[in-house]
């Protein structure tokens, strides 16, 4: 079965400073690979979503996220952080054969600090 | 509308209780889900609508959840005799193309909150 797994349940930065959020996953295959960003009291946000091609993928906001297929990984990151960017982030895949179960992480909640 | 939007945004029900929580995708989308999420736990799946019909009703957690879409295009997910552990926030989400094109984005509303007592 999937998973999706967020190592890091919170994480604080300093508003300017660097973010990396880290996702596994578990699959037999590489299948495609998102990032959401939940505010409080909000919906879901696409972030950016990686399908094929290039491993590093830009997406909204400023943020990007690298694809590792050695790794399993499909890490999130951002050069500055600023305050309006704490949230919860979510990591989720879909089965790339047809499949439409969109598998959430537990989500890792950002706090900033100014 | 230009969003998915679901109502209400906020119900506490009474243990025992039904309720309803009304989803109206974005106009034309096709696909349309149905997701919970648990305070502090990310949203899982509870079912899927390819228009009218309920291609996948596996994450519905007993038969007290019940969800339809009799035209294709707004969506009701009725709980029966609501218990504490269905306290969570109810997600809708919809997209414009049949979901078996994996990967195609997905639209979600800002959420049913439902707290049992």
């Not at chain 1, 399993?72 to 500055?80: A, C, G």
């Not at chain 2, 919809?94 to 997905?106: C, D, E, P, W």
């Given at each position: 079965a999937q998973s999706v797994t967020q190592p890091d349940i919170h994480i604080t930065?300093?508003?300017g400073a660097s973010l990396e959020l880290r996702c596994n996953y578990s699959y037999?295959?590489?299948p495609y690979l998102f990032w959401y960003v939940q505010s409080p009291g909000q919906g879901l946000q696409l972030l950016l979503k990686y399908f094929s091609g290039d491993t590093l993928v830009q997406g909204i906001k400023g943020f990007e996220a690298e694809f590792k297929r050695s790794q399993?990984?499909?890490?999130?990151?951002?050069?500055?952080v600023h305050w309006s960017d704490a949230a919860e982030y979510f990591c989720a895949v879909v089965r790339n054969t047809g499949g439409f179960k969109t598998i959430f992480g537990a989500g890792t909640r950002l706090f900033v600090k100014a | 509308g230009a969003g998915v939007s679901q109502?209400?945004?906020?119900k506490v029900a009474k243990r025992g209780q039904d309720v309803a929580?009304?989803?109206?995708?974005?106009?034309?989308?096709?696909?349309?889900?149905?997701?919970q999420q648990a305070l502090g736990q990310g949203?899982?799946?509870?079912?899927?609508?390819?228009?009218?019909?309920?291609?996948?009703?596996s994450g519905l957690p007993s038969d007290r959840f019940f969800a339809e879409r009799p035209e294709?295009?707004?969506s009701t997910l009725k709980i029966q005799r609501t218990q504490q552990e269905d306290s969570a926030v109810y997600l809708c989400?919809?997209?414009?193309?049949?979901?078996?094109?994996?990967?195609?984005?997905?639209?979600?509303?800002?959420g049913s909150w439902l707290t049992v007592v």
């Open positions: 930065v300093s508003e037999g295959a590489t399993s990984s499909f890490n999130l990151r951002k050069p500055s | 109502s209400p945004r906020y929580l009304r989803c109206d995708p974005i106009s034309g989308h096709v696909s349309l889900f149905w997701y949203p899982e799946f509870l079912t899927y609508f390819q228009n009218e019909a309920q291609l996948d009703k294709g295009s707004v989400a919809s997209s414009l193309v049949n979901a078996k094109r994996a990967g195609n984005t997905i639209y979600f509303g800002e």
